[in-house]
């Protein structure tokens, strides 16, 4: 008797599409860091592996608005492919679908509302249909902080640091600051440095009441918060370099580089770098792509943070690490699709049941 392959299960839309607000993603984010961690440094493994496709991004920019812009980035990332080469075993999540749809306005600030606001939805695999929205400002400043965090403790080879500097003390200085917290980083001092002294006095506050528990001392020039650091945070809104004296590197710190535009090539060329994509990285006039239009190539970008994480890549001793993460499409999916499936484990969110025209 001929044997018969397993009957395949037909696939289903989905009962309806779950919408999540900032209140069950902040909710999920601030109970469990740790996590969100997890989930980056699986997204950026299995994105080294090549299970995922993540397009370039797409923006929309508007001729009589050259400040503001909108940004798709669409991704997949198949969790429960390839290996983990030596670096620790990946969650597998199976895979994720998705896009973020971002806008920039940075001049909503002054108006007194964040710069960025963001949606994601999420696909299934099997039939196309979005099953989720989630507010996703959040997401994306969460992966980026995750992103920053994972590079700094790849690097340092620890969650330490006798001096922290930050350079931009807006949003995303905030969310780094709450994954040292939560991931009880030792912190030693804490120096600060903004353009607008005002902002970094109030940051300087919330560290004081909100930690790491650590001396905080607001800098009157960017100097000062890179002078014997272990560790510096540059998050600002600067779209050409800015940063251009040697000497910031002196003392051989590792630089969160996530405004990706800040450092004059020089200095880029002086250090060991790290990036999320190559390919990402070095493009739209990010310092990386400024410093290869100088030089003629890439090989002064020496790998990935998933190098870093399998052990394939190392700070040099003596050097600065500058880590520019792109901010992958990958990784706002593994956040978001982590995020969904924490809410609806406890049923949260809200589901609109006769969304499609079924």
Same mark, same amino acid.
């Given at each position: 008797?001929?044997?018969?392959?397993?009957?395949?299960?037909?696939?289903?839309?989905?009962?309806?599409?779950?919408?999540?607000?900032?209140?069950?993603?902040?909710?999920?984010?601030?109970?469990?860091?740790?996590?969100?961690?997890?989930?980056?440094?699986?997204?950026?493994?299995?994105?080294?592996?090549?299970?995922?496709?993540?397009?370039?991004?797409?923006?929309?920019?508007?001729?009589?608005?050259?400040?503001?812009?909108?940004?798709?980035? /669409?991704?997949?990332?198949?969790?429960?492919?390839?290996?983990?080469?030596?670096?620790?075993?990946?969650?597998?999540?199976?895979?994720?679908?998705?896009?973020?749809?971002?806008?920039?306005?940075?001049?909503?600030?002054?108006?007194?509302?964040?710069?960025?606001?963001?949606?994601?939805?999420?696909?299934?695999?099997?039939?196309?249909?979005?099953?989720?929205?989630?507010?996703?400002?959040?997401?994306?400043?969460?992966?980026?902080?995750?992103?920053?965090?994972?590079?700094?403790?790849?690097?340092?080879?620890?969650?330490?640091?006798?001096?922290?500097?930050?350079?931009?003390?807006?949003?995303?200085?905030?969310?780094?600051?709450?994954?040292?917290?939560?991931?009880?980083?030792?912190?030693?001092?804490?120096?600060?440095?903004?353009?607008?002294?005002?902002?970094?006095?109030?940051?300087?506050?919330?560290?004081?009441?909100?930690?790491?528990?650590?001396?905080?001392?607001?800098?009157?020039?960017?100097?000062?918060?890179?002078?014997?650091?272990?560790?510096?945070?540059?998050?600002?809104?600067?779209?050409?370099?800015?940063?251009?004296?040697?000497?910031?590197?002196?003392?051989? /710190?590792?630089?969160?580089?996530?405004?990706?535009?800040?450092?004059?090539?020089?200095?880029?060329?002086?250090?060991?770098?790290?990036?999320?994509?190559?390919?990402?990285?070095?493009?739209?006039?990010?310092?990386?792509?400024?410093?290869?239009?100088?030089?003629?190539?890439?090989?002064?970008?020496?790998?990935?943070?998933?190098?870093?994480?399998?052990?394939?890549?190392?700070?040099? /001793?003596?050097?600065?690490?500058?880590?520019?993460?792109?901010?992958?499409?990958?990784?706002?999916?593994?956040?978001?699709?982590?995020?969904?499936?924490?809410?609806?484990?406890?049923?949260?969110?809200?589901?609109?049941?006769?969304?499609?025209?079924?």
């Amino acid at each position: 008797m001929s044997e018969h392959p397993p009957a395949q299960t037909a696939p289903a839309p989905p009962e309806g599409l779950r919408i999540i607000g900032a209140a069950d993603v902040t909710a999920t984010i601030e109970g469990n860091r740790e996590g969100a961690l997890e989930s980056v440094r699986d997204a950026y493994l299995a994105h080294a592996d090549g299970a995922s496709a993540n397009p370039h991004s797409s923006f929309l920019r508007f001729p009589d608005r050259p400040r503001d812009r909108i940004i798709a980035l /669409p991704a997949f990332l198949d969790g429960d492919s390839g290996s983990d080469s030596g670096a620790g075993p990946r969650s597998g999540v199976g895979p994720r679908a998705g896009i973020k749809w971002i806008a920039s306005y940075p001049g909503n600030v002054a108006h007194g509302f964040p710069r960025a606001s963001a949606v994601m939805v999420l696909n299934d695999y099997d039939t196309g249909y979005p099953y989720a929205l989630l507010e996703a400002s959040l997401v994306s400043a969460t992966r980026t902080a995750a992103s920053a965090v994972l590079g700094a403790q790849e690097l340092l080879g620890r969650r330490a640091a006798g001096k922290v500097g930050f350079v931009g003390t807006g949003l995303i200085s905030d969310h780094v600051r709450m994954f040292l917290r939560d991931l009880s980083w030792d912190v030693g001092e804490f120096a600060l440095f903004d353009t607008d002294r005002g902002n970094a006095e109030r940051f300087a506050e919330v560290l004081a009441a909100d930690g790491p528990a650590a001396p905080v001392t607001v800098v009157d020039d960017v100097a000062g918060a890179f002078s014997g650091a272990d560790l510096v945070v540059v998050a600002t809104v600067a779209g050409t370099p800015h940063l251009t004296d040697p000497a910031l590197l002196a003392d051989a /710190p590792v630089v969160l580089h996530l405004s990706l535009r800040d450092f004059a090539p020089e200095l880029v060329l002086t250090a060991t770098n790290v990036t999320d994509d190559v390919d990402h990285a070095v493009r739209e006039q990010t310092s990386l792509h400024l410093a290869e239009q100088q030089v003629g190539h890439r090989e002064f970008v020496h790998g990935t943070i998933a190098d870093v994480v399998r052990g394939d890549l190392a700070k040099e /001793p003596g050097k600065a690490a500058i880590f520019s993460p792109f901010g992958l499409g990958v990784l706002d999916v593994a956040v978001g699709g982590w995020v969904h499936d924490e809410v609806a484990a406890r049923e949260g969110g809200h589901v609109v049941g006769d969304f499609f025209a079924l």
